[in-house]
């Protein structure tokens, strides 16, 4: 008998998508948003779980914990270029959890919410066994201005917005004890680009967008299923986060190895045409945010990574759950 | 230092929304749904957490987890008149887990958002010590039909829809091992009452509506704090469930304590204008379900039961997570 410890989170999810109908959703499981029509615009919906066992590490503060459930899912809507709308949570705490523990929790769900425009409308709680919170975001883009993970063309540019690593970085950090506020800031508080995505969805000139999240490899293999294209990534281009470069030279860290597939860096990921990065670069300027370049979409379906002269495959090492790497 | 079990989840709840920023929502927390403005509309959002400890007997098939956790969201839809958009569903479970029981919940999740109109539109897996489910259902009503909580007027008729104790008496038969398919399935496989509420929204005649899976008495005081009302209920007016009936007698069971206190019936209760009810009645015959009148809404702010000659205060007993039964 299959366990889902075999099966992995991506395989669980092809699982689950080929037995739901088809309904009525113009974008269903399979992108950062679902998107259904509404009117002019579609209504994104997006949702995420965060468990003890993936997300918390024990240093994680009851008000980072609501930082955190709000920001994940402000970010997938960020992705699709979307305008927030508000946001639902369900809470599950153990009995013996202290009054103040959901408090804290509540204030920075709220402040992450409203520093990004919207707000929590309304939530469920319930006694678990451990802490369990789940989130659901909702947002509006107008329907041509919807950033979709499929559309990634040969000879398109790949970018990414901020800096990668950063996540990571304080992963290694709390992993060696040398964890201050400024390195565990991007794991435990991440920003989710919802500025970036809505002036980019303006333009209308992105051709494939998703949120990092899963890591950079992960990530670009999933956009190359959907898209049925390869990218060629130049390693020199990859916009390294400073916490991260503090730790260069360390034995047992290739900051290659984290900004490529740690994950749990909210930064966008997009295609766009060559002749319009520039243009694209200068809006998210504006957003105080910069955008890289970091290689090319090819029409041959690999995934390659170069290093100087050498041109290597970039292997899929992304995070799963599952799986992988856990806090507890 | 207070602890989450000595507060409730109601106080719970209240904490919570001391907290939160006041948003763009036009009705918040407090109602079965968010509802915000969408044009002639209001986009209704409602989620409900599920949990191992507190509803999942261990009879319940991986099947019935799925359509229970798709019925209670759709039930809060429904009391507010809405048009089921679709859902989200995040699901955590234990890594040991089958990747059949995954399977089966999510036909079950699936069946029942296809049967009411609607689908799963997407979702997220993730690794945790126990089972917990969270859907988020969203939907759409015009925003002249949006049955609310508020709006309850001395007068008015008070009635549900269809029986009550449904749900108690298969929680009795399965205390007592008594329970078979018949018996336990009201309890395990619950109607959201979709079409019923869209047909009441689309007279504009009930002036208050919500959900009654708290059961009657603990819904009734919820009304009665936010509408600042009474009520006086008919005991021998309340619609009993055949089921729950065929226990009458038994020594440890008082079906009007049951039918009265116990929850999870997903029916509706509504307020509305007397001379309206008979109208209200027959639409909702054409459903097939019945309106029962069971009192009415009073000036004077107590709610009290009315047995025979004898009237009584109806205490309040609902249920409520972090404090009372569970099926672990």
Redesign the interface.
């Given at each position: 008998?299959?366990?889902?410890?075999d099966?992995g989170?991506r395989k669980?999810?092809q699982?689950?998508s080929k037995?739901?109908?088809?309904?009525?959703?113009a974008v269903?499981?399979g992108d950062d948003?679902?998107a259904?029509e509404?009117?002019k615009d579609y209504?994104l919906?997006?949702?995420?779980?965060?468990?003890?066992?993936?997300h918390i590490p024990k240093i994680m503060k009851p008000w980072q914990i609501g930082w955190f459930t709000v920001a994940v899912n402000l970010s997938d809507i960020s992705a699709k270029g979307g305008k927030p709308?508000?946001l639902?949570?369900?809470?599950?705490?153990?009995?013996?959890?202290?009054?103040?523990f959901?408090?804290e929790l509540?204030?920075g769900a709220?402040e992450c919410?409203?520093q990004f425009g919207?707000?929590?409308?309304?939530?469920?709680?319930?006694?678990?066994?451990?802490i369990?919170i789940?989130g659901?975001a909702?947002g509006t883009v107008k329907k041509d201005e919807f950033m979709g993970r499929k559309g990634a063309k040969s000879g398109d540019i790949i970018a990414v917005t901020g800096k990668l690593g950063k996540a990571a970085a304080g992963y290694y950090a709390l992993k060696h004890n040398m964890g201050n506020k400024e390195i565990l800031n991007d794991l435990l508080e991440p920003i989710p680009r919802i500025k970036e995505g809505m002036a980019l969805a303006k333009t209308k000139i992105v051709s494939s967008s998703m949120d990092i999240s899963d890591g950079l490899s992960s990530s670009l293999y999933q956009l190359k299923e959907l898209n049925d294209v390869g990218f060629e990534i130049d390693k020199g281009k990859i916009p390294l986060s400073p916490v991260l470069l503090k730790f260069e030279g360390k034995k047992d860290l290739d900051i290659y190895e984290y900004a490529l597939h740690f994950g749990g860096d909210y930064e966008l990921l997009l295609t766009l045409p060559r002749d319009k990065f520039d243009k694209a670069q200068k809006i998210l300027v504006k957003t105080g945010t910069p955008l890289t370049a970091i290689g090319k979409v090819t029409k041959e379906k690999k995934i390659s990574i170069i290093d100087g002269q050498a041109k290597k495959i970039l292997q899929n090492k992304g995070y799963e759950?599952?799986r992988k790497h856990?806090f507890c």
């Open positions: 008998m299959n366990k889902l410890s099966l989170e669980a999810i699982l689950i037995i739901l109908s088809k309904g009525n959703a269903g499981i948003c679902a259904i509404f009117g209504l919906v997006t949702t995420d779980m965060i468990s003890e066992k993936t709308l508000g639902v949570l369900t809470i599950g705490l153990p009995k013996n959890t202290s009054e103040s959901l408090k509540m204030k709220d919410a409203i919207t707000s929590i409308v309304g939530g469920d709680t319930k006694e678990t066994h451990e369990v789940s659901t909702f759950h599952f856990t």
